[in-house]
């Protein structure tokens, strides 16, 4: 009687850990694409894009004509005669030669606009990243539950077998206590298995911007590189933090000549209009300005070596860069490897386990096994499903994070369907410093509301 209970309670116990996770509705690329959408970092860093792009709009204008007016009235009291006076002055100034200075400025801000970009693309990958992250570790989470809960289920069936064994004599009360030991186990892992899905459902909430809801583990990778060489070289020609560091040296040189020449004198012209009293005498004017330094106390000559140093290190960091965008791959390589190998290897050994199992069940049924046998076999079984997901898990994250160690983790490259954000679109309406009240202004005015509305 009880060896033909024990058999039914061994295959229910082998039906619950072999079920499989009730198939999902959002995939992963629907976590990406909402992440992209919601993330206020990227928001954040657009708007710091925009503001790198008026600085360029900033230095185009000061190479432009600038007129200003003012005007002044004064009441003046004197023993003599008292008298009004009403001053209004028109001015007009323009540079018209630093030899180049203020056009390698400017073209040294621009390279900081091209280096801001590929900030927004390093931006980007991490958002993405960490939601490929918060969508696999919610599926972890999940399936560790149903494990979990399978669990305790069945040790709650091989306790209840046990006490009635116990009332017959056919085991002591040494197997009823082990099995309420291991049941007290079981629930407490369960406990924290629940606790853990808590945690992911927020972490998945603040990065996608909405509660998880029927996640699905991608049933295959992404396309990935052969070798880590070829993983290498593309990092070394694709990497937003590479090529923001070139864009920041091309800019640090650019910096270093324009302090070289800030020994050089400037060219500027000036105009001005003015009335001089109230009854409308106008004075006019045109000058021509030569101006330059003499002595600076040693301020320009500091200043230069100073953009010499930051263009020194500007390159050394290009170096290191180049160093680190080659270890990360090595180690997203590895880490990929690791999981891979380690997948098979739970693979055998949920095979072997499952084996052992049967065979214990078996055994314990003629009563050649104890209680302790066969909760330690159906023990290793759940440690090896543990395992196994973990291992299916932890190949999806690397598979990612090595994209991302490429520079091709982005919603472009992923083809994610979503409408992207293109860094060029402000900053050629604002790279002319166009007036408020022209067409280019009316143009960047429905930008900035579409912006706003976003």
Partial sequence: MFGRKFAEISCAAMLILATPSVAAAESLRDSLRNAYEYSGLLVQNRALLRAADEKVADAVAALRPVISWSSKFSHSYSDAANGDSLITRLNANWLLYDFGRSNLQTEALKESVLATRQSLVLIEQNVLLRAVQGHMNYRRSVEFVSLRSANVELIEQELRAAEDRFDVGEVTRTDVALAEARLASARASLAGAQGDLAKAAAEYHAVVGRKPDDLVTPSSLPELPVDVSAAIATARAHHPELKRVQHEVAAAEL?????????RPRLEAGAGVSNLDLDGEVSRSLSLTVSGPLYSGGAIASASRAAIA????????????????????????????????????TDRQIEAASVAFRGVREEASLGARTTLDVLNAEQELL????????????????????????????????????????????????????????????????????????
Avoid: C, W
């Fill in 383 to 454: 440690d090896a499903r543990v395992s196994r997901i973990s291992t299916r898990i932890d190949e999806q994250i690397a598979s990612y994070s090595l994209l991302a160690a490429m520079g091709r983790l982005t919603a472009t490259e992923l083809n994610l369907g979503v409408k992207t954000y293109d860094p060029a679109e402000y900053y050629n309406l604002v790279k002319s410093a166009p007036r408020t009240k022209s067409k280019q202004g009316a143009a960047l005015d429905r930008v900035l509301r579409g912006l706003a509305g976003n």
């Fill in 255 to 263: 910096a270093v000549k324009a302090a070289q020449l800030a020994y």
């Fill in 310 to 345: 930051q263009r020194d290190a500007m390159r050394a960091r290009l170096h290191v860069a180049g160093l680190e965008a080659e270890q990360t791959v090595r180690n997203s390589f590895v880490v990929l490897e690791v999981a891979r190998a380690t997948g098979g290897a």
